[in-house]
């Protein structure tokens, strides 16, 4: 199974309360988030950087230090700045360039239990497209815009099934 059907199937779940039940707690992030997210060392090279990107298909990496302490962000958009407008630089070039040297370092983080909504205000009010997910001092996931795309996705997809039903639920009572 895909990556993208693994998360599609976490989040049917969730949304699947949430439209079949009116009473329904809160969506939380950590319901939509991706857990143990791929984590890079603030001294690996943008070359390694843009390989792991490249094989597993992410568009963020989150960034330790040798302590284990979140310390960064790093997106794709980061390590295309390094190549800039001409030619490609050499890899001799972006193997000296460090995680470190490229990371955004104004971390906005959230918590597991924040819900869903506030997240999602908090992204579009600072203009990101991930948010770490961090508990007690530790990184347990990320929320990026393909996970709430998925949610979206699976939501809208529930209440048209709900919307298809309800005249033939109303047709059914009135027998």
Do not use: W
Not at 58 to 67: A, G, K
Not at 131 to 159: C, K, N, R, Y
Not at 164 to 174: D, G, I, K, N, T
Request: aromatic share 2%; hydrophobic share 45%.
């Amino acid at each position: 199974m895909s990556r993208l059907g693994a998360k599609r199937d976490l989040i049917q779940h969730v949304v699947r309360m949430a439209v079949d039940r009116a009473d329904a707690p809160a969506i939380l992030v950590e319901q939509v988030m991706t857990a143990q997210p791929t984590c890079i060392r603030s001294d690996a090279s943008v070359l390694e950087l843009a390989k792991i990107l490249h094989t597993k298909g992410h568009r963020h990496l989150l960034v330790i230090d040798e302590d284990d302490l979140f310390v960064g962000v790093i997106s794709d958009r980061d390590i295309v700045r390094c190549f800039g407008p001409g030619e490609y630089p050499q890899p001799e070039t972006l193997a000296g360039i460090s995680a470190a040297e490229i990371m955004s370092t104004d971390l906005i983080t959230v918590l597991p239990s924040m819900p869903l909504r506030e997240a999602v205000v908090l992204m579009m009010e600072n203009g990101i497209s991930c948010l770490p997910v961090v508990a007690s001092g530790a990184l347990v996931g990320i929320l990026t815009t393909t996970d709430l795309f998925i949610a979206l996705e699976l939501l809208l997809g529930s209440l048209e099934r709900s919307t298809e039903a309800e005249p033939l639920m109303a047709e059914a009572r009135s027998r």
